[in-house]
Nanobody
Framework: QVQLVESGGGLVQPGGSLRLSCAASGRTFSNYTMGWFRQAPGKEREFVAAIKWSTSYADSVKGRFTISRDNAKNSVYLQMNSLKPEDTAIYYC???????????????WGQGTQVTVSS
């Protein structure tokens, strides 16, 4: 059974940093795309970043967020710097066979971790 478990969320002040982690189990995902999505209150879930052999980022996070992975640990990470209040959302990790920013093409999802950026 595939499981994705996110961690690292929390409350941070504007301008601060957080590092999200997502640990996968039940299958080896070294040849899959691992991605991060987020859903803010009252808004649709949106793409944040993805990594397979290369990386992709939403324009809103370019230059502030960095996605990375450790295939030995079957894990993906999201380093978030210069956080803004508009980054407040539930952050989800997901896995896809293809390198895509389209959430419908992701096959497995975690339960999410809350990130709140507020003073």
């Amino acid at each position: 059974q595939v499981q994705l478990v996110e961690s690292g969320g929390g409350l941070v002040q504007p301008g601060g940093s957080l590092r999200l982690s997502c640990a996968a189990s039940g299958r080896t995902f070294s040849n899959y795309t691992m991605g991060w999505f987020r859903q803010a209150p009252g808004k649709e879930r949106e793409f944040v970043a993805a990594i397979k052999w290369s990386t992709s980022y939403a324009d809103s996070v370019k230059g502030r967020f960095t996605i990375s992975r450790d295939n030995a640990k079957n894990s993906v990470y999201l380093q978030m710097n210069s956080l803004k209040p508009e980054d407040t959302a539930i952050y989800y990790c997901a896995v896809s066979l293809v390198h895509t920013t389209t959430q419908e093409e992701y096959d497995y999802w975690g339960q999410g971790t809350q990130v709140t950026v507020s003073s």
